[in-house]
């Protein structure tokens, strides 16, 4: 039977629980977490992949819209699994770049 966990204890990193006293404490070990996973945050950074349905509510746009302004930007997608089951994504680093590239408008 498990105990019962204290409303002050926050999930920390998955790898167990830390009782926050202040704000400036819990940013203390959220910084700490994140270095410590860093490194594999990177990596997995490098394989992550997103959906044109994603895409396009991000761009509030169409999927066509979307899969064309990808075309034009050169972003080619990447096929995970073949046949009716298979998955079309794109590279997250790659959708991520060319949004930051594109003028901004208020």
């Excluded at 394989?47 to 075309?71: G, N, P, Q, V, Y």
């Amino acid at each position: 039977m498990q105990k019962p966990v204290p409303a002050s204890t926050v999930p920390c990193g998955g790898k167990g629980k830390f009782v926050v006293k202040n704000a400036a404490e819990y940013k203390t070990e959220q910084s700490r977490i994140s270095d410590e996973v860093g490194e594999k945050a990177v990596a997995f950074d490098e394989f992550r992949t997103i959906s044109l349905k994603s895409i396009a509510e991000l761009l509030d746009a169409t999927r066509s819209s979307a899969r064309r302004w990808l075309k034009q930007a050169g972003i080619r997608p990447i096929a995970l699994g073949r046949g009716p089951k298979g998955a079309i994504r794109y590279r997250w680093l790659d959708v991520q770049a060319w949004l930051e590239s594109r003028e901004h408008v208020d």
